[in-house]
């Protein structure tokens, strides 16, 4: 499939050229190939999730009696946090936990106490995350934030209980994630991102009344962010005439807001506007019509212990195989056998997917045979 006539780049794409890496020893800063450095981790905990939503996990390819991975196979708390300690150590200083659906793995706040205890070589407070579709998060909030949890995603596709239902393919009623973010500012989560991805022709029609939800309940105690839809992985069918730019999103909402772009300002990813009367902002997400592939700095653990250096990668190095290595029983050898490892990793990566998409005009070819990575197995 060819999509350059229909995508419009927002901006200009960075000319890459390819490198020999700029760090070869096991001193230094960890760059990759086009000079990126490692700054950010997503842990994926799980790769169940009680929601079926149409751009992540279809319900006619993940049914509801759909193997997903044995306790056995997942990482224990033990080996997500020396992997983490790892990445720590080489200059990651945001850790973000994702899945599936993160709280569905039992006592999470436990790891969280763990990682929240983490620090950087200066001695800096670890930026520590979770991502939730918000189904289990009343019932969860208080543990997670005495456990030292420090900032909230929740993804939240319609405000409407039919769209919502519709979007998430589950029984399950948008007023309980809805109640999740209200016991989750309660306790002290402020200010939450709320994160909506957009899909042309399904719930395309529930952004304004999102945003309006988000402004008169919450005002600037809940950042909204609006997501084009991304072709990951291989389940969801992706078809660029379903992609809503974001451009178009901005233009409808200033339709019904007064909104003022924050020139010069951004949000991770997101760029941003705020409401001119000062009751919260919004963001958008572009990472199909305007990549950022030059800024990432964000590795993917899988629940099962591979690392991946792209969201739209297609294989990741064997971490667990250096967590269990039996040659490097104490704590300072499998350490140092986990930072090579992820230095190695991360010094031959050259990916930037979304940019050769943008600007070839074409989805990027894969290797034959490989199918790039499920968004539910190393979170979004």
């Known amino acids: 499939m060819t999509v350059a006539k229909a995508i419009r780049i927002e901006r200009p794409i960075r000319a890459w050229h390819l490198q020999e890496p ?25 790769d169940r999730c009680n929601f079926r939503c149409v751009y992540c996990m279809p319900r006619s390819v993940y049914p509801r009696n759909f193997t997903f991975m044995k306790k056995e196979q997942l990482l224990d708390f033990d080996e997500i946090t020396c992997a983490a300690e790892a990445f720590v150590a080489l200059g990651v200083n945001k850790l973000r936990l994702t899945g599936g659906e993160p709280l569905l793995r039992p006592q999470l706040e436990r790891l969280v106490e763990r990682l929240a205890a983490l620090r950087t070589p200066e001695g800096d407070v670890i930026d520590l995350a979770m991502t939730t579709n918000g189904s289990l998060l ?52 402020a200010p939450i ?42 389940s969801n ?41 000062g009751c919260g902002e919004v963001g958008t997400i572009s990472s199909v019509t305007a990549p950022f592939c030059g800024d990432c700095s964000r590795a993917r653990l899988s629940s099962d212990g591979l690392l991946y250096t792209c969201l739209f990668s297609s294989q990741g190095a064997n971490l667990r195989a250096c967590l269990a290595d039996e040659g490097s029983r104490d704590s300072s050898g499998k350490a140092a ?16 997917y979304s940019e050769l998409r943008a600007s070839t005009g074409a989805l990027p070819a894969l290797r034959p ?12």
């Not at 995603?153 to 319609?158: F, I, K, N």
């Not at 948008?174 to 309660?186: F, M, N, Y």
Request: aromatic share 6%; no cysteine.
């Open 22 to 46: 700029a760090v070869k020893s096991d001193a230094g800063p960890v760059v990759d190939r086009l000079g990126r450095p490692l700054r950010e981790l997503r842990i994926s905990v799980t």
């Open 138 to 189: 009343a019932r969860k909030a208080v543990a997670l934030r005495d456990a030292g949890l420090g900032r909230l995603t929740v993804s939240l596709d319609a405000v409407s209980d039919e769209v919502f239902r519709r979007m998430s393919d589950a029984d399950y009623p948008v007023a309980k994630v809805l109640a999740g973010i209200d016991a989750a500012l309660r306790v002290g989560f």
């Open 193 to 234: 991102k709320v994160n909506m991805v957009v899909k042309r022709g399904v719930n395309d029609g529930e952004i304004v009344p999102l945003a309006r939800h988000v402004r008169e309940h919450y005002g600037p105690a809940v950042a909204l962010r609006f997501i084009e839809y991304m072709d990951v992985g291989e």
């Open 237 to 277: 069918h992706w078809k660029l005439d379903e992609v809503l730019p974001s451009i178009d999103v901005i233009a409808l909402l200033q339709r019904h807001f007064s909104l003022e772009r924050v020139v010069g300002a951004r949000s991770g990813t997101a760029e941003l506007w705020r409401h001119v009367d």
């Open 337 to 352: 056998l986990l930072q090579g490892a992820i230095r190695a990793a991360w010094q031959r990566r050259s990916d930037r």
């Open 369 to 380: 045979h490989a199918q790039r990575v499920e968004m539910h197995y190393i979170g979004g």
